[in-house]
Structures are given as structure tokens and as C-alpha cells.
């Protein structure tokens, strides 16, 4: 929670500012149940993406039938949980996938 409350880099533990002063906080802060299910997501979108070669396409969220995901909404810190999920990409490769929250 101090991620989606203050900007607290979960890997570092150094409170992340922009040069005003104000903290870094994420849309939402959000994580996979389990590795296999970020792994599951990265392997369809890139499926998608080699079978289409059309990255919008890839980039689509991508909804399970089953919990994913969870995490806190920035602005109410309300809890979620999370059916689906999104990769970006970058240069054809994947570079980051996270859970909707919400959805």
C-alpha cells in the first residue's frame, strides 16, 4: 500500500518524487496472483502479436476466467481484484504487463 499511497519503489524501498516534490504514484498499484499468471498474460499477447504481427492488437487486455490480480486504486486506495490484464510492448518485444484493476 505505501506504493499506491506514497510512491515507495517496493524493489528499493526509496519514496520515488518528481522535481516539484511531489510523489510518484501509479495510476494503480496492482500485482500478479501468481508468476505463472504474469507469464500466461506475456505468452498470449506475444502469441497474438507473432500471429498478427499488429501490436494495438496485442496490447488489448487480455481477460481470464479466473482472479489474476489485485492491488489499490491511487486516488481512493480502494482494493481490487483483477480478471484481466495488459502488455505493452516496445520494438516488437514485450517490456512490462500489470493487472486492470478493477476488471
Same mark, same amino acid.
Given at each position: 500500500?505505501?506504493?499506491?499511497?506514497?510512491?515507495k519503489?517496493?524493489? /528499493?524501498?526509496?519514496?520515488?518524487?518528481?522535481?516539484?516534490?511531489?510523489?510518484?504514484?501509479?495510476?494503480?498499484?496492482?500485482?500478479?496472483?501468481?508468476?505463472?499468471?504474469?507469464?500466461? /498474460?506475456?505468452?498470449?499477447?506475444?502469441?497474438?502479436?507473432?500471429?498478427?504481427?499488429?501490436?494495438?492488437?496485442?496490447?488489448?487486455?487480455? /481477460?481470464?476466467d479466473?482472479?489474476?490480480?489485485?492491488?489499490?486504486?491511487?486516488?481512493?486506495?480502494?482494493?481490487?481484484?483483477?480478471?484481466?490484464?495488459?502488455?505493452?510492448?516496445?520494438?516488437?518485444?514485450?517490456?512490462?504487463?500489470?493487472?486492470?484493476?478493477?476488471?
Open positions: 500500500m505505501d506504493r499506491a499511497q506514497f510512491g519503489n517496493p524493489t /528499493t524501498g526509496i519514496f520515488e518524487t518528481y522535481p516539484n516534490g511531489n510523489p510518484k504514484i501509479p495510476s494503480s498499484a496492482t500485482r500478479f496472483i501468481t508468476n505463472r499468471d504474469q507469464l500466461n /498474460t506475456i505468452n498470449r499477447a506475444e502469441n497474438i502479436f507473432n500471429a498478427t504481427g499488429d501490436v494495438t492488437l496485442a496490447e488489448r487486455p487480455i /481477460t481470464f479466473y482472479l489474476i490480480g489485485e492491488g489499490y486504486k491511487k486516488t481512493s486506495l480502494a482494493y481490487g481484484q483483477s480478471y484481466s490484464a495488459q502488455v505493452w510492448f516496445r520494438n516488437g518485444s514485450p517490456v512490462t504487463a500489470f493487472p486492470i484493476w478493477g476488471q
